[in-house]
Structure formats: structure tokens, C-alpha cells
T-cell receptor
Framework: GQNIDQPTEMTATEGAIVQINCTYQTSGFNGLFWYQQHAGEAPTFLSY????GLEEKGRFSSFLSRSKGYSYLLLKELQMKDSASYLCAVRPENQAGTALIFGKGTTLSVSS | GAVVSQHPSRVICKSGTSVKIECRSLDFQATTMFWYRQFPKQSLMLMAT?????????EQGVEKDKFLINHASLTLSTLTVTSAHPEDSSFYIC???????????FGSGTRLTVV
């Protein structure tokens, strides 16, 4: 089966750094995605990892270890607007028309 | 970038009626679109994969006769919730990927409330 785990909730303060972990066990692997979703809105793409290592994009970084089935999303210099749900998703196959499998999402609350 | 337009954004319908949700890829051709359902504080659950010109592939536990999917063109896929019941109330969202582009583009979602 497909299993993607991430913490349900996290809290942090403005200006801090937070790391959201994701572990996965899927039938195959062809990339891991991180999305941000505000309540009632569509997910927006944050990052993509297919090879081991760290991908940095501004205040957001994402890390992948394929051997460990593990990824994390690192958010730096937190802002209030970063309060949202963060979804970890895996593409299990390298074929056109392959759907993403999503974790349950981590709700991040940023306080002042 | 790629844009997927989804309509309506919100709909309230009476129990027993049918509701159609449309997703259009505005500036690219989407051979495949995906339909997800999201309950409050839950993640996106894949309902079906919609392929242009052929029958949709439904996930286990999703009733194909209740959730009718049509993908008649390379830019339009529709999901019809037939004989809706209150338990069908949810957030429905579509997504598509553009050839040669890594990420997936999501529609803005449809909040369905069945009363």
C-alpha cells in the first residue's frame, strides 16, 4: 500500500525556523512534492525533490533521502502568512498520467 | 504558468439532485486530469484519473456510477455528483500536469454542500 506520514500540527513564532518532516512508503518513487494550502483554497507548489539532497528556494528548502524514505520542508524567517497546511506528496511512478499521493498534511500555526 | 480553471467555486444543492463541476486547462493541453476530494482537516484523497477520450480510472471505494467523469477534450474534464447526499458534502479539486513540466497545477476547488 501507499503510506505517507507527517505530523498533524506544529506551532512556531514569527522569525523562527521550522522543519516539517515526512516519511513515505510507496509502491514506487519518482519524486516528492511539497505544497502549501490555505483553508478552502487550492494547494500551491513549493518544491520538488527527485534526487537525494537539499533544494533551496528563498525561505523554503526541502531535503530528500530516498534510502530512508524521508523528506523535510524547512521554513526560515517565519511570517504570519506562513500559517497554512503543508502537504507532502509522492509521485509513485514515472509515467505520464500518474497521480500524486498525498500525506494528511501538517497544519502550521505561526504566532507573533 | 499553467492555469486550471475550476467552476463553480461553491455550490449548495438539495439532496437527490446532481451537480456538475468543470475543470479547464486554460493554456495547455491536459491529456490527464485528476479529481480529488478533501474533507475538513483531511488531506486530498484521489478519486479518479480522467483520461481524454477514454473512460476514467476510479480509485477503490469510489462509485463510478455516482461520480461521473467526462473528459471529452484536451482542455475540459467534468465531474458530476449524481443523486447527491449530505455525506457527499466536501471540497472537490482537480489537477493536471503539463507535458514537460514537473509540478501539477490545481484548480481552485469546489465547495459542495448538500442539504
Amino acid at each position: 500500500g501507499q503510506n505517507i506520514d507527517q505530523p498533524t500540527e506544529m506551532t512556531a513564532t514569527e522569525g523562527a525556523i521550522v522543519q516539517i518532516n515526512c516519511t513515505y512508503q510507496t509502491s514506487g518513487f519518482n519524486g516528492l512534492f511539497w505544497y502549501q494550502q490555505h483553508a478552502g483554497e487550492a494547494p500551491t507548489f513549493l518544491s520538488y525533490n527527485v534526487l537525494d539532497g537539499l533544494e533551496e528556494k528563498g525561505r523554503f528548502s526541502s531535503f530528500l533521502s530516498r534510502s530512508k524514505g524521508y523528506s523535510y520542508l524547512l521554513l526560515k524567517e517565519l511570517q504570519m502568512k506562513d500559517s497554512a497546511s503543508y502537504l507532502c506528496a509522492v509521485r509513485p511512478e514515472n509515467q505520464a498520467g500518474t497521480a500524486l499521493i498525498f500525506g494528511k498534511g501538517t497544519t502550521l500555526s505561526v504566532s507573533s | 504558468g499553467a492555469v486550471v480553471s475550476q467552476h463553480p467555486s461553491r455550490v449548495i444543492c438539495k439532496s437527490g439532485t446532481s451537480v456538475k463541476i468543470e475543470c479547464r486547462s486554460l493554456d495547455f493541453q491536459a491529456t490527464t486530469m485528476f479529481w480529488y476530494r478533501q474533507f475538513p482537516k483531511q488531506s486530498l484523497m484521489l478519486m479518479a484519473t480522467s483520461n481524454e477520450g477514454s473512460k476514467a480510472t476510479y480509485e477503490q471505494g469510489v462509485e463510478k456510477d455516482k461520480f461521473l467523469i467526462n473528459h471529452a477534450s484536451l482542455t475540459l474534464s467534468t465531474l458530476t455528483v449524481t443523486s447527491a447526499h449530505p455525506e457527499d458534502s466536501s471540497f472537490y479539486i482537480c489537477s493536471a500536469s503539463e507535458q514537460g513540466v514537473v509540478d501539477y497545477t490545481f484548480g481552485s476547488g469546489t465547495r459542495l454542500t448538500v442539504v
